[in-house]
């Protein structure tokens, strides 16, 4: 079973930044993909930005050039560096990870970004 556990959100006001992180633990292969979803109240679900194990990233357009994602595969850990952040950004963040087939979940952290 994998453990994830987001840590890290808070209230900002807009053009702020906060710094999310994730702790994995548990049993996962140790080639995996890590990821960031985020849910807005009335939304849909929706990916953020992932990383492989390798270091290849990817992002949602709507975070590009303005959110970082990291990881440290020593500490089985994942950072979401968030800048220039935006009303729009509010909602719930879930850290995930995938390994042998199977997409885990963290119970997730509240930013609320004020205008």
């Known amino acids: 079973q994998v453990q994830l556990v987001e840590s890290g959100g808070g209230l900002v006001q807009a053009g702020g930044s906060l710094r999310l992180s994730c702790a994995a633990s548990g049993r996962f292969a140790s080639i995996n993909t890590m990821e960031w979803y985020r849910q807005a109240p009335g939304k849909e679900r929706e990916f953020v930005a992932g990383?492989?194990?390798?270091?290849?990233?990817n992002y949602a357009a709507s975070v590009k050039g303005r959110f970082t994602i990291s990881r440290d595969n020593a500490k089985n850990s994942m950072a979401l560096q968030m800048n220039s952040l935006k009303p729009e950004d509010t909602a719930v963040y879930y850290c995930?990870?995938?390994?042998?087939?199977?997409?885990?979940w963290g119970q997730g952290t509240q930013v609320t970004v004020s205008s």
């Open positions: 995930t990870l995938m390994s042998f087939g199977s997409k885990f």
């Open positions: 990383i492989f194990t390798g270091g290849s990233t």
